[in-house]
T-cell receptor, first 112, second 114 residues
Framework: QQQVKQSPQSLIVQKGGISIINCAYENTAFDYFPWYQQFPGKGPALLIAIRPDVSEKKEGRFTISFNKSAKQFSLHIMDSQPGDSATYFC???????????FGKGTRLHILP | DGGITQSPKYLFRKEGQNVTLSCEQN?????MYWYRQDPGQGLRLIYY???????QKGDIAEGYSVSREKKESFPLTVTSAQKNPTAFYLCASSITSGWGDEQFFGPGTRLTVL
C-alpha cells in the first residue's frame, strides 16, 4: 500500500530521443507526486512535481503525465541530452503531514 | 551561499565503532531529515525533525541516533548496533514540516565500515 514502484531500473537513450520513466502506486490517498534528479556523488534535487487534480505538467523538456484511474504517473524527457544522464526518483506523499515515499530509482544514460 | 553541508564526504570506520555524520543548513528551514541510500533501494528515511529539540523515527531508525539542539544542525550517529552501516547517507531540509514542501538535499556522506 505504501510502495511506489518505479521502472525501468536502468535506461539507455540516444541523444535527442525521448526518455520515459514510469511509476505506479496503490494508495489512492497519495496527493503529491514529485520527481527528483540525482547526479553521481550528489544529493537529489527536486525536478518537477504534480498533484492529482491535473493530468499533465510540463516544465521545459520535462513532462509529468498522471493517470489517476490507473494509479500511474510517468516522467517524459524530450530531446534527451547527455547532461540529463542521472538517477531519477519518483515519489509520493499524502498531504502535508505524511512522509515522502520514494521509488527505487532509474539510472538514465543518454548516449552522445 | 545558502544550502546544506554534510561532512565528511567520505568516512571510513572499523566495525564496532560509533560514528557521527554532520549536517548543517543555513536556509532557516524548520524541518530536517536523514535518509540512507543503497544501490537499487531508493531513499529510506532514518529520522526526521520538524522543530528544534524534537525528532521522530523513520522507517529504519534501529542502530541510529540523532539530536536537534540547534535549528541549523541535525547530526546523525551510526552506532555499533547498526548491522549493515556501509551506505550513502543524505541529509535534507524543508522550509516547514509539511511533507509536501520541497526537500533540499545535501551532497551526502559515503560511510564505509571495514
Amino acid at each position: 500500500q505504501q510502495q511506489v514502484k518505479q521502472s525501468p531500473q536502468s535506461l539507455i537513450v540516444q541523444k535527442g530521443g525521448i526518455s520515459i520513466i514510469n511509476c505506479a502506486y496503490e494508495n489512492t490517498a497519495f496527493d503529491y507526486f514529485p520527481w527528483y534528479q540525482q547526479f553521481p556523488g550528489k544529493g537529489p534535487a527536486l525536478l518537477i512535481a504534480i498533484r492529482p487534480d491535473v493530468s499533465e505538467k510540463k516544465e521545459g523538456r520535462f513532462t509529468i503525465s498522471f493517470n489517476k484511474s490507473a494509479k500511474q504517473f510517468s516522467l517524459h524527457i524530450m530531446d534527451s541530452q547527455p547532461g540529463d544522464s542521472a538517477t531519477y526518483f519518483c515519489a509520493a506523499s499524502m498531504g502535508r503531514d505524511d512522509k515522502i515515499i520514494f521509488g527505487k530509482g532509474t539510472r538514465l544514460h543518454i548516449l552522445p | 551561499d545558502g544550502g546544506i553541508t554534510q561532512s565528511p564526504k567520505y568516512l571510513f570506520r572499523k566495525e564496532g565503532q560509533n560514528v557521527t555524520l554532520s549536517c548543517e543548513q543555513n536556509l532557516n528551514h524548520d524541518a530536517m531529515y536523514w535518509y540512507r541510500q543503497d544501490p537499487g533501494q531508493g531513499l529510506r528515511l532514518i529520522y526526521y525533525s520538524q522543530i528544534v529539540n524534537d525528532f521522530q523515527k523513520g522507517d529504519i531508525a534501529e542502530g541510529y541516533s540523532v539530536s536537534r539542539e540547534k535549528k541549523e544542525s541535525f547530526p546523525l550517529t551510526v552506532t555499533s548496533a547498526q548491522k549493515n552501516p556501509t551506505a550513502f547517507y543524505l541529509c535534507a531540509s524543508s522550509i516547514t514540516s509539511g511533507w509536501g514542501d520541497e526537500q533540499f538535499f545535501g551532497p551526502g556522506t559515503r560511510l564505509t565500515v571495514l
